[in-house]
């Protein structure tokens, strides 16, 4: 009976001491989260630099007044199916998003950022792992102070944290904060990415159009030449007409013939340049017929600069990528101070496996460790000297970045403010080539004029044809580079 007592007594005096150890881990967990939670950055405190840039858009003859749409809505906030409103075109875009393999690689950095913040993340706390081990070894007698052969088992079974450091100065917390900075410039990367390819997919799509119209006024040009080549071969052979106007109406269908050449093979390129954009042949379906009857897109407001350049993604990644040189600088800093680590651990260890989890086979273990940089050779200064070079070239990145920004929205303003002055006078030039053509084969067939009089009317015509469709062409992609370069809304 008093034996079973004593045993029964030394089994509640090292449970209690099993007791104070769980506590102490306890104790020592919660000194870690306190830890977690109070440690503050050194990073220099972030502030937007100012725009290095008017505070206004260009003025003067060349632009006009369009800082407001008229519905009062920012282009950044139009998503890519309300402005480009043509059905093929929309249907090419959504192919684009779902094929092309630029777009592919932006989302994978992004997936593969986010994986790398959520490794700086989880340094912040402690990796708790759980451990057992098992060893038998035997001991010759030879070797044993008893002179006989000792065989030894030990089992034992862990739960703790090895090297886990202490962020009293920021330093784990500013890498966080870096990490997180570069994931939202992926981000932002992407975006960029979809708005560029969304505005390359509608301007490849435009000029196929212009091209199929160019290929269609060619051969209809052809056609008209050759039926007038045709009519001065028999006036020739009757002695009405010289060879010199069958010469010249031989060189004018020779002309088309050419175009037509030149012309297919453009547009067979243009295709194939919008093929690439998709990431796949373009249906038969989805090709344009011609330029001039489509209605492609709406009129953009330009906004105020602050508001266009702080929301387009390109300054906004620029922007990111300063903020994590920024965050790099606080660690950095953090270097020059002491760091502390911790490893512990609580659990059971027995010499026997059926008596491992039995009473009085517990174990814990604490080892605090603290490191004061005394002599690095100058490392931890040249490493923080580095951060902040860092900084000033993200700092001039972001500045050219919203340099390039103004310069191409007022490059595209000063486009559009003259586009429609260029495209009445173009029409005009048109028309009037057009009238003159009419005129000069009427006074041909009249014997009043010769046939020179036709060829150089009818090759200002096609010409004037020809440009106007290359004006049309500059208004519409005038309009989808506007939407690029005003940050337009990238849709889903």
């Given amino acids: 009976m008093n034996r079973r007592f004593g045993a029964f007594h030394r089994m509640k005096y090292w449970d209690n001491r099993e007791g104070r150890g769980t506590r102490l881990g306890a104790a020592i967990i919660a000194l870690v989260l306190l830890a977690l939670s109070g440690c503050a950055s050194m990073a220099p405190k972030y502030a937007r630099p100012e725009a290095p840039v008017p505070s206004e858009w260009p003025n003067g003859q060349a632009y006009r007044d369009s800082a407001v749409r008229p519905d009062g809505k920012a282009v950044a906030d139009v998503t890519w199916q309300e402005f480009f409103i043509n059905e093929q075109l929309q249907k090419l875009i959504s192919l684009t998003l779902q094929n092309n393999r630029d777009l592919r690689i ?28 098992a060893v038998e070894a035997r001991t010759p007698g030879v ?12 089992y034992s079974v862990n739960l703790g944290f090895s090297a886990y450091e202490f ?46 119209e160019r290929l269609k006024i060619a051969r209809d040009t052809f056609e008209a030449q050759k039926a007038s080549f045709n009519l001065i071969r028999s006036r020739f052979e009757a002695g009405v007409s010289s060879e010199l106007d069958l010469r010249q109406a031989q060189t004018s269908v020779d002309s088309a013939r050419a175009d037509i ?36 897109v709406k009129e953009p407001g330009a906004g105020l600069p602050s508001d266009v350049l702080h929301r387009r993604p390109d300054i906004m990644q620029a922007e990111h990528l300063l903020k994590a040189a920024n ?47 005394i002599f690095d050779a100058g490392r931890n200064r040249a490493n923080l000297k580095v951060t902040e070079v860092d900084r000033d070239i993200f700092l001039a990145q972001y500045e050219k970045a919203v340099q390039n920004a103004f310069r191409e929205v007022a490059d595209a303003l000063a486009q559009r403010g003259t586009i429609g002055d260029q495209m009445d006078a173009q029409q005009s030039l048109t028309d009037a080539t057009a009238r003159s053509y009419f005129l000069s084969q009427a006074r041909y067939e009249k014997g009043i004029a010769s046939y020179l009089n036709v060829l150089d009317s009818q090759r ?18 005038n309009l989808v580079t506007l939407y690029k370069v005003l940050g337009g809304g990238s849709g889903e």
């Fill in 143 to 154: 070797l044993s102070s008893t002179g006989h052969a000792i065989t030894t088992h030990q």
């Fill in 460 to 477: 200002s015509l096609y010409s004037a044809q020809q440009g106007l469709i290359a004006v049309r062409l500059s208004r519409l992609t």
């Fill in 261 to 296: 050449a030149r012309f297919t093979g453009q547009v067979a390129q243009d295709e194939n340049a919008l093929s690439v954009v998709i990431g796949s042949p373009v249906p038969a379906d989805l090709l344009p017929s011609g330029l001039s009857e489509i209605t492609a």
């Fill in 167 to 212: 962020d009293l100065f920021g330093r784990v917390r500013s890498l966080k904060d870096a990490a997180l900075e570069e994931f939202l410039s992926t981000e932002e990367a992407r975006r960029s990415m979809q708005i560029s390819l969304i505005a390359e997919t509608a301007s490849n799509y435009l000029t196929l159009a212009a091209d199929r």
């Fill in 327 to 373: 965050a790099n600088i606080g660690a950095a800093r953090a270097a020059f101070f002491p760091r502390i680590s911790l490893t512990t651990s609580v659990g059971l260890s027995s010499d026997q496996l059926s008596g491992l989890f039995k009473g009085g086979t517990g174990t814990w273990m604490f080892a605090p460790q603290i490191s004061l940089p």
């Fill in 106 to 133: 932006a989302a994978l950095n992004i997936e593969r950022s986010r994986a790398l913040h959520g490794i700086r993340r989880a340094d912040l706390f402690p990796t708790v792992n759980a451990a057992g081990s």
